[in-house]
């Protein structure tokens, strides 16, 4: 090999591991926090909507739709921690 074709293999060093951003009760509150959110624009869609006629239908449908969608995903977290809890209680010790 030549000096051009050497290449110098380093060790590769991971960094400190990092302590997690936010508990998981912090994520289920930021969860909650932008499901509530989109209840609010899709709420204030509907009221703008139905006083100002400016306001397109598509937008007002489409943010009714997510704000549906995030309800229903919340439920389904929910059902799946109650579930989980209930498994956990209900081990043999």
């Not at 100002?52 to 009714?64: F, I």
Request: aromatic share 4%; net charge negative; hydrophobic share 45%.
């Amino acid at each position: 090999m030549t000096g051009s074709e050497y290449v110098a293999l380093q060790p590769h060093i991971n960094p400190a591991p990092q302590a997690p951003s936010a508990s998981f009760g912090d994520m289920i509150m930021q969860g909650l926090q932008r499901v509530d959110a989109r209840i609010d624009k899709a709420d204030a869609l509907v009221r703008q909507f139905a006083v100002d006629d400016t306001v397109p239908v598509h937008q007002v449908t489409m943010a009714l739709e997510e704000a549906r969608l995030a309800v229903e995903l919340a439920m389904q977290v929910r059902t799946r921690l109650v579930e989980g809890y209930r498994e956990l209680m209900n081990m043999q010790i």
